[in-house]
């Protein structure tokens, strides 16, 4: 099967919903795909808007959702606040490294999730879809300031 564009993936998303694909939403998509860091609904929004594009921040909140169901972008995580989301269509699998000083963030996967995850299936009967990890910690820089401090 070709590649499809996360255009092409989310128009045949919304059909099979008996959903309409709007210019709306599907500027919305373009912007988030040309993001490639996580972000959140009040960052898109500002962006959006500073590139003269018209659409409501409801909008970008209905979308959300039905861009998760439709496995594109995934909800990452929660700071203050805000939800964070990165797109994951075409990209592999991976876990999240979060400094709680800096904020910094490092991704990463490892090949012994896999293993993990079939264990835990066969433990516990389920079938696994996927996983989310984020280990929050201090980076080797802030650690460095603390112990300089």
Do not use: A, D, P, Q
């Given at each position: 099967m070709a590649f499809q564009s996360?255009?092409?993936?989310?128009?045949?998303?919304?059909?099979?919903q008996g959903m309409r694909y709007t210019p709306e939403r599907e500027a919305i998509i373009k912007e988030i795909f040309s993001i490639h860091d996580h972000f959140d609904v009040d960052g898109l929004y500002i962006s959006m808007r500073r590139k003269g594009l018209?659409?409501?921040k409801a909008s970008i909140y209905r979308l959300i959702p039905l861009l998760i169901e439709a496995n594109l972008i995934a909800e990452v995580f929660f700071d203050k606040g805000q939800t964070y989301y990165e797109h994951i269509y075409g990209h592999e699998h991976h876990c999240h490294l979060r400094c709680k000083e800096c904020k910094k963030i490092e991704e990463f996967s490892d090949p012994r999730l896999k293993d993990l995850e079939k264990e835990l299936s066969e433990?516990?009967?389920?079938?696994?879809l996927t996983h989310k990890l984020q280990v929050i910690g201090i980076c080797s820089k802030c650690q460095a300031k603390e112990d300089s401090a």
């Open positions: 996360e255009l092409e993936v989310f128009r045949k998303f919304l059909k099979n018209r659409v409501s433990r516990f009967g389920y079938k696994i």
